[in-house]
Nanobody, 120 residues
Framework: QVQLVESGGGLVQAGGSLRLSCAASGRTFSRYAMGWFRQAPGKEREFVAGISRSGGSTDYADSVKGRFTISRDNAKNTVYLQMNSLKPEDTAVYYC?????????????WGQGTQVTVSS
């Protein structure tokens, strides 16, 4: 069991940058693979980025590859999403997620989400 709280969302102009943080509770954070998902109005929730337990492996959606970077600090029980060169189509609610089984495509726990709005 883990509780996740996202922060860092907000309004940014196209081409700008934003860093999202996800703080996790508990003493077993390093046992979870972590991921970021997003959901825009009228669309299904989609995978954005994932990171393995150790942080040694990462994965990104094609739409954000080269612009976004996922990282984690297990000592701080925190996962991050650095978003650069933001586009209006990145506008969505971003969710942090944890996978007990180690597969960040199929998380077991979700945060409450944080709004990211990119203006043109």
């Amino acid at each position: 069991q883990v509780q996740l709280v996202e922060s860092g969302g907000g309004l940014v102009q196209a081409g700008g940058s934003l860093r999202l943080s996800c703080a996790a509770s508990g003493r077993t954070f390093s046992r979870y693979a972590m991921g970021w998902f997003r959901q825009a109005p009228g669309k299904e929730r989609e995978f954005v980025a994932g990171i393995s337990r150790s942080g040694g492996s990462t994965d990104y959606a094609d739409s954000v590859k080269g612009r976004f970077t996922i990282s984690r600090d297990n000592a701080k029980n925190t996962v991050y999403l650095q978003m650069n060169s933001l586009k209006p189509e990145d506008t969505a609610v971003y969710y942090c997620a944890a996978s007990a089984g180690g597969n960040y495509f199929y998380p077991d726990y979700w945060g409450q989400g944080t709004q990211v709005t990119v203006s043109s």
